[in-house]
Structures are given as C-alpha cells and as structure tokens.
C-alpha cells in the first residue's frame, strides 16, 4: 500500500496564517508517494473545491486553526457537492477540539488529524482510506 | 458573554488520544543526557578557561553589551510582566483589561481578531466566520474608544500583536490619546509592526514587500516624532521559532530582518542613530536553559557589533538590544499539562538571566485551551516568585563568567551569523520572503524537529516518554464565543458606518490615496485624520491596496 500515484491538495481556507502544519503535512505526503499540490493561505472554500476538480485530485486536506472548522468544513463539503466533487475524499487537520469530531465526520470529514499525531500515522490513515 | 467549553469533557473524551502513539508511549527514556543543543552544537563534557575566546566580557551597560544593556541589571527596575489577553468585544476586553491590572499586571498585551490583522471590516464576506474569534474586533476608532474606557493610556503600556495593520492601529491608538486629551508624547507601549516574519511564520501580510517596509519606516519615523517613548516596531523572532526553527536560526533571521528595516528606514532619511534607538526584539524562550540564555547574550552583542561595523553607529543608546519574551508557546504539551508550569518556570529563570526587558508567561494549558483565570493567575504568579523570591534578579547577569555559559555565548555568535550571512548570499531577505526560499526552509526545519519527536530522538516528558497508562491528553480546545457576540460587533460597526460624517470619511481617505501614491510622504498623518474621520480598518486598507496590489504569495514546497 501506498500514495504512489495518488493526488492530494491540501489547503488554507479562512484567514488563519498558521500554514506550518498544513506545510509539514504535506511534505509527508508527499515522501509518502503522492503527488501534493499546496493552496497557498486564504482561500475561499469555492476556490478550494474548484482547484481539486481542476486538478483532478483523490483527497483534500483542510488546515484550520482558527476554530471556524465547523463552518469552514460544511461550506467545503457543499461546494465539492456543487460541483459534483462528492467523490474527492476530505480530511481536516489543526486545532480541532475532540469534542467536535464528530459533527466533522457527520459533515464528511473522512479523517481529523491533530498536532499530537505522529506524522507516519497521518500518512498511514490518508493511505488506509485511499485504497479502501 | 463568551461561554467556554467544559474542560472535564475535552480532557475524558480522549481513549483514542491515549493510544495516539501507541508502543512509543512506552518505550524506555534514555540514561545519558544529549551531548548537542537543539541548534546542534556539540557541547564537551567540560568547558575550561582556556576555550572561551573573549575572557573579559566588559561590563554591562557597555559596548558590545554581552552583560546586558544596563549597567545595574534589574536593579534598576524590574522587567515589565505583560500578559496577552483579549478577545471577542471590546467591552469584554475592556473588562479583563481591567481585571488584569487590578492583579499588579504591569502592561496590557492586546490580542486582535483575524479581520482586523487582515485588513478586513467584520462584514466583509470572507471575515464572517472569523469575527472576534482570536482577539477583539477593532474596526474602527469607535471600538478603540470602548477598549480602553476608564483606562488611563498615558498611565499603561499597551503592546499590540499587530502587523499588516500595525500602522492603522497605531494611528487609532494616537487617536484615542487625543479623545482622552492625553498628549500623544506620552504614549508608551508597543505595536508589533514586523511584516518580514509575517510572510514566513505568521501570514497576516497584505501588501506586496516594498511598500510594506515603507508603510513601516513611516510609522518608525513618525514615532520617532510624536510619540518618542513608544516602541513603533518589535522585531519578531518567536513566530519563526514556534513555527519550527531553532534557537540560533531564530535569532539569525531576526536581526537579518532588522537589518533590512534598517535599511529601508535610511533610504527613506532616518537617522540611524536617531531611530535605532527605538528598534525593539522579541522572541520565545523554550526550554534548553543555557543555549536560551547564551542566545539572548550572542544577540545582543552581534546586534551592537553589526550597527557599529556597517553603519557606525555610536550612540550607545542606539546601539542596545532591547528585547520581550514570551516562555511557552510550543515548547508547552497537551500531555500531562500541569507539568507545564515547571516549563514555564525554567523558561521565565532564562530569559531573566538572558536579560530580557518584558517578560510573557504562558498558563500552562495554553497548550490547549484559551487560559482560564486560575491558569492565567498562576502564569502571573510565576514570574513574581522569580522576581521577589528567586533571588535571581539580585545582581546583574549572574552567570557571566561562566566557561560554559561564555563559550556557548561565542558559539551562538559565530552559528547566528552564519544564518545572516546564508541569506545575504542568497540576495537578502526581501527576495529571500519574495521568492519563498526562507518559508520553505522554514517549513522543512518544522518537519526535522516534527520527526525527531515522533522517533524519541527529542525527549517531551509525559508525551514521547514517561507516560501514564491511564494518562488523557489535554486535547486543543478553543474558546467558545457566545454566537451573538459577532452579531453585536457588526451591530455596531453598522451603527458607526451609519452615523459618522460621510464627506469626512471621503475626503481622509481620498488624502490617504494620494499620498500612498507617492513615495514622499508619510502616511502617519493622513491615517490618523481618517481614524478621526470613523473610517474603517477595511476602507483604509482597500485604500492603500488600490495603489500598492497585494502580496502574491509563492507557494514552494
């Protein structure tokens, strides 16, 4: 098993500047196999959904600190929907309180990463869910 | 009011987070301590007389100021205990400010929200979700007049974490002193006002780099002027750190920033030794004690030795390094969270013997929720005890002369210039943040010291080692704001929008367009006319952006 040839965007939605971890993450991904392209801070979820249809990606990973996860995720989701992206699996990364987990996965999150994890074991869950 | 998330619930709720690092959490400590600092320098197991370079360090108070920039230490004054606090209303602020200062709280510390850091009004579509969430909204000079009601500003010193928008805020604060009738000379305090790290760490930049050191040696020039005791810039290294570098490249890439400012600021006819003066530091204080403290002493003296060789700097004044700190940030865990106030111990003990002029002390569960009182109290708390019954502020730079503390100081100075010296050959730091070469060295250092962690190669005790098999995470948990508190931000600025004198807006702002348009002027005067006018934080930065652009950020990986 492995991120060979799998493409994943990973992104900055809302204002936080805080891109250290969503950088980390990818560079593992990217060790990992996969191809990784990278938003750049700031962007809408409109934007985000259309460069992962653009760009024909697996995955997108959303970094977010700032606690707005919650609308940030939803609004994400429904912009993927709109664009009949359904299929691109989402995980979220960042300062995510447990207690939230779930509505998240509810949302469609298929993955909630934090800073506590270790980075094989990010990659591990992204590749386990990937070649489901 | 905010209402805040109940802590028992997120610190139960964690049987996954237990297992998180599964066999690793078990795995047996090491028995020798490491031989190399974080930085990386190989340490001896002694240090003798023989291998310091520079034996007699001078005095402090004296060039190159190894010993400190005072010459009687603490002794003097002690260091200003400032705490960063702030968030959703300015009323809500407003009353913690005062809570703060009621517990011998010495300086305020001003958080502001995403919007405001931005450029953004809170009804701006892409702010709506991020409203009063990390600080106060300050929208306009309106809210700055509720955040500091029936407080003093020529009494207190107020530091603002601001950056993209330090100009503007600081305008609004010089215009506060004038509703409250305070002469703007007596201001003191501290606007942040370092968009070089911004691009790299922080990411609340706005305009393209050129104009922004522009926007900069304005507000410094303009300081310099009117408000003589106020510090315009805080030349910042902690954002960096915590992002992931190391101690030496923290103070590396700091004083390469400064120089840069430097420069900006005398193509636009400052005086060095006139502004330099005024050109403050600010960094985190993790948790190796010596390479801490040796930091701070091979910073001080490559500053004082920089200014002097390449610009000939002789006004000792202005020739001091003069720096805050914060102990905590992300060298604070999740696990086992009490032990963090023993981190914050060390790291306070540190940046004292490092001489450091302001002092932040993070709670000890910053780590993973927003502080609560109690936490709050005891970060406070901590740095009295250093102060009145440590004992360790009794005599200047205590551990000068010390072989190993005196070698570490020289080796720190020779690594932290060989930083500088790598991004002047590659063309300087403005085409180093241009080009995203220095964010991308950044975001491969937080991956080193990411994987160390997770391999046991760097020792977090109750994270990595040590341990508890019935152990919960402090898992992040962040301040829950009452869903009607943005409601009532955008209430008012609405209110504001609706009431203020709409010809007086356009003319200040129709000013501060002309003025940006040429590279002459200082925009100081004109940002301040318009924060009389009720202009807005949004209306003045959509001003400015329609003359400069935006920072079009290279995406490196």
């Known amino acids: 098993m492995s991120l060979n040839g799998k493409r994943i965007l990973i992104a900055k939605p809302g204002l936080d500047g805080h891109d250290v971890g969503a950088k980390i993450i990818a560079l593992a991904l990217r060790d990992a196999g996969a191809d990784v392209i990278y938003t750049g801070l700031r962007r809408s979820p409109d934007y985000i959904a259309r460069v992962a249809v653009d760009e024909d990606v697996d995955a997108v990973g959303l970094s977010i600190l700032s606690g707005s996860h919650k609308e940030l995720v939803e609004e994400t989701v429904r912009c993927l929907a709109e664009l009949d992206a359904g299929d691109i699996h989402l995980f979220v990364g960042g300062t995510i309180p447990s207690e939230d987990h779930d509505e998240l996965r509810q949302a469609g999150a298929r993955g909630i990463f934090t800073a506590e994890m270790a980075l094989d074991e990010v990659v591990a869950a992204v590749e386990a869910d990937l070649n489901a | 009011m905010f209402s805040r998330q109940k802590?028992?619930?997120?610190?139960?709720?964690?049987?996954?987070?237990?297992?998180?690092?599964?066999?690793?959490a078990h795995r047996d400590p090491p028995t020798k301590p490491s031989t190399a600092t974080p930085s990386g320098i190989e340490?001896?197991?002694v240090v003798t007389a023989d291998m310091v370079r520079e034996p007699d360090q001078g005095m402090p108070g004296e060039f190159p100021f190894t010993r400190g920039i005072f010459p009687d230490g603490f002794r003097g004054r002690l260091w200003t205990i400032r705490q960063y606090s702030g968030f959703g209303t300015a009323e809500e602020s407003n009353e913690r400010y005062r809570f703060l200062l009621d517990k011998g709280q010495t300086g305020l510390s001003v958080a502001l929200d995403l919007p405001t850091q931005c450029g953004y009004d809170p009804v701006d579509p892409i702010a709506k979700s991020e409203v009063g969430k990390v600080g106060v909204s300050l929208s306009n000079l309106a809210e700055a007049e509720i955040l500091f009601d029936e407080i003093d500003v020529s009494g207190i010193s107020t530091s603002f974490t601001i950056n993209g928008t330090a100009s503007i805020v600081y305008a609004m604060y010089c215009a506060v002193a004038d509703k409250q009738g305070v002469p703007r000379e007596k201001l003191t305090g501290t606007i942040q006002n370092d968009i070089l790290k911004?691009?790299?760490?922080?990411?609340t930049w706005i305009f393209p780099v050129r104009p922004s050191l522009r926007l900069i040696a304005d507000t410094i020039l303009f300081s310099n002027e009117q408000t003589p005791r106020f510090n315009p810039i805080s030349i910042a290294g902690a954002h960096v750190r915590d992002a992931g570098?190391?101690?030496v490249e923290e103070m590396g890439y700091t004083i390469a920033?400064?120089?840069?400012?430097?420069?900006?600021?005398?193509?636009?006819?400052?005086d060095v030794e006139k502004f330099a003066r005024r050109l403050s530091f600010f960094f985190y204080v993790h948790m190796d004690f010596f390479e801490e403290v040796c930091k701070f002493r091979a910073g001080r003296r490559l500053w004082a030795k920089l200014?002097?060789?390449r610009y000939g700097v002789k006004d000792p004044k202005a020739l001091m390094f003069r720096f805050g700190v914060v102990c905590g940030g992300s060298s604070l865990v999740g696990a086992q969270p009490d032990n963090n106030v023993v981190r914050v111990g060390i790291e306070n003990m540190a940046a004292v013997m490092g001489g450091a002029q302001s002092i932040f002390t993070a709670a000890f569960d910053e780590a993973y929720q927003i502080p609560t009182e109690h936490s709050a109290e005891i970060a406070v708390r901590t740095q009295q005890i250093v102060a009145h019954e440590s004992g360790i502020a009794r005599t200047v730079d205590p551990l000068g002369g010390s072989y190993y503390v005196e070698w570490l100081t020289d080796q720190m100075e020779d690594e932290i210039s060989k930083v500088i010296d790598d991004i002047e050959t590659y063309g300087g730091v403005t085409k180093a943040v241009e080009d995203g070469w220095l964010q991308l060295k950044i975001a491969q250092r937080a991956s080193e010291r990411k994987r160390k962690v997770d391999s046991g190669e760097t020792v977090i005790v109750?994270?990595?080692?040590f341990r508890r098999d019935d152990q919960n995470e402090g898992v992040a948990e962040l301040f829950k704001l009452d869903p009607q508190a943005s409601a009532r931000v955008i209430e008012k600025f609405e209110r504001v929008r609706d009431t203020r004198n709409d010809a007086e807006v356009a003319?200040?702002?129709?000013?501060?367009?002309?003025?940006?348009a040429t590279d002459t002027e200082n925009l100081m005067p004109y940002l301040i006319d318009c924060c009389h006018a009720y202009a807005t934080v949004g209306e003045m930065v959509a001003t400015l952006k329609s003359q400069w652009g935006e920072f079009e950020e290279p995406v490196r990986l």
């Open chain 2, 245 to 247: 570098c190391t101690a």
């Open chain 2, 7 to 24: 802590k028992g619930s997120a610190m139960s709720d964690s049987s996954a987070a237990t297992n998180k690092t599964g066999d690793k």
């Open chain 2, 307 to 309: 200014l002097t060789e």
């Open chain 2, 43 to 45: 340490v001896p197991p």
């Open chain 2, 507 to 516: 003319k200040t702002l129709a000013a501060l367009e002309t003025a940006a």
């Open chain 2, 462 to 465: 109750g994270q990595n080692y």
């Open chain 2, 257 to 270: 920033n400064g120089l840069a400012y430097i420069d900006e600021l005398i193509r636009r006819g400052g």
């Open chain 2, 198 to 203: 911004e691009y790299v760490a922080r990411g």
